[in-house]
């Protein structure tokens, strides 16, 4: 009897399937496919602007993807782009902070907003690559950047670039070191940017409060062993880089810096200056790394004197008339 009350269901289960089910068919490729598919939707900040988030700019075998978040503002463009590079001693950070900021991704919208295509950095950290790995990587973003101007309405030939300490090393690295291939053996046909910000970023790894060592962050960026040599210092550090063809640069620096000193900054502004490079420069008395105050009023106020005079100064410099 069970048997029979089996057929009897299994009859019934096969009576209620389709005669032929329809097959399951999907798009593929001639090889595989790697690209993240993911819909990629904008995000609407004030003033019509539209923010792409974790945009893949390069794929390298055995790292993950590099990204950027792209913020795009509203009307035709094209627009001068604005690369921003995060901190954090090159082994920490992300594309979305910077100092004491409460919500960085709207300071980038607001620079948007303002007329500029902002694009924010993901670069490799030293615990995944030794330098130049981040050099390479703010290149391979502008290059892909530059490629998808159309489609993020850039204007390629009005490109700057910003950072803060860790970043503002990149960042000057970045606009000095443009068609380096000794660095960036991709770079032979890189286009060099139009200006520079940099925010407590580090000039001259010799001149640190300590000698950089395998300890340290940047030895930890070179992969020293012991003491880095000079040599690896040399190769690392902007000053060694300066030429007259290199862009304008506005520098600014907390004047009681205790993570980068300000002679850091001094050090660049005066190796600019003497390679004959437009810069202006900006020290701010009474606060440390971060523009961090003794109060949140100082804090507020260095950061927001440090920002504002970076906008002003891409406006000026890349051409964008303010309203």
């Given at each position: 009897m069970t048997g029979k009350f089996l057929s009897a269901a299994l009859l019934a289960v096969l009576a209620a399937q389709p005669a032929t089910a329809k097959e399951r068919v999907f798009p593929t490729a001639d090889k595989p496919v790697l690209e993240d598919r993911?819909?990629?939707?904008?995000?609407?900040?004030?003033?019509?602007?539209?923010?792409?988030?974790?945009?893949?700019?390069?794929?390298?075998?055995?790292?993950?993807?590099?990204?950027?978040?792209?913020?795009?503002?509203?009307g035709k463009g094209p627009h001068p782009l604005v690369l921003y590079i995060h901190g954090g001693g090159w082994r920490g950070g992300h594309t979305r902070h910077s100092g004491a900021f409460a919500d960085f991704p709207k300071v980038l919208a607001a620079l948007a907003a303002e007329g500029f295509t902002v694009a924010s950095l993901e670069y490799r950290?030293?615990?995944?690559?030794?330098?130049?790995a981040q050099l390479q990587d703010s290149n391979a973003a502008l290059r892909f950047l530059r490629a998808n101007a159309a489609r993020y309405a850039i204007d390629p030939a009005r490109v700057?670039?910003?950072?803060?300490?860790?970043?503002?090393?990149?960042?000057?690295?970045?606009?000095?070191?443009?068609?380096?291939?000794?660095?960036?053996?991709?770079?032979?046909?890189?286009?060099?940017?139009?200006?520079?910000?940099?925010?407590?970023?580090?000039?001259?790894?010799?001149?640190?409060?300590?000698?950089?060592?395998?300890?340290?962050?940047?030895g930890k960026l070179l992969g020293c062993e012991g003491p880095c040599s000079a040599d690896k210092n040399r190769l690392v550090s902007p000053v060694a880089y300066i030429d007259a063809k290199d862009p304008p640069f506005l520098l600014i620096h907390g004047e009681e810096d205790k993570v980068v000193p300000a002679e850091q900054s001094r050090l660049g502004?005066?190796?600019?200056?003497?390679?004959?490079?437009?810069?202006?420069?900006?020290?701010?008395?009474?606060?440390?790394?971060?523009?961090?105050?003794?109060?949140?009023a100082e804090t507020r106020a260095a950061s927001l004197k440090a920002v504002n005079a970076t906008f002003d100064f891409f406006h000026e410099k890349l051409g964008v008339p303010r309203k």
């Open positions: 993911f819909p990629q939707v904008p995000v609407a900040f004030p003033g019509g602007v539209k923010a792409w988030r974790d945009v893949t700019y390069q794929t390298i075998d055995g790292y993950r993807p590099q990204v950027v978040d792209i913020y795009v503002p509203a950290l030293s615990s995944e690559a030794r330098f130049p700057g670039v910003w950072g803060g300490s860790a970043g503002g090393h990149l960042t000057a690295l970045t606009a000095l070191t443009c068609r380096d291939t000794a660095l960036d053996p991709a770079a032979a046909q890189d286009g060099c940017v139009q200006a520079a910000v940099t925010w407590y970023g580090v000039y001259d790894f010799a001149g640190m409060n300590a000698t950089p060592d395998g300890n340290s962050a940047g502004e005066a190796a600019l200056k003497a390679a004959g490079v437009p810069v202006k420069s900006i020290y701010i008395p009474g606060v440390d790394h971060s523009f961090i105050g003794k109060t949140p």
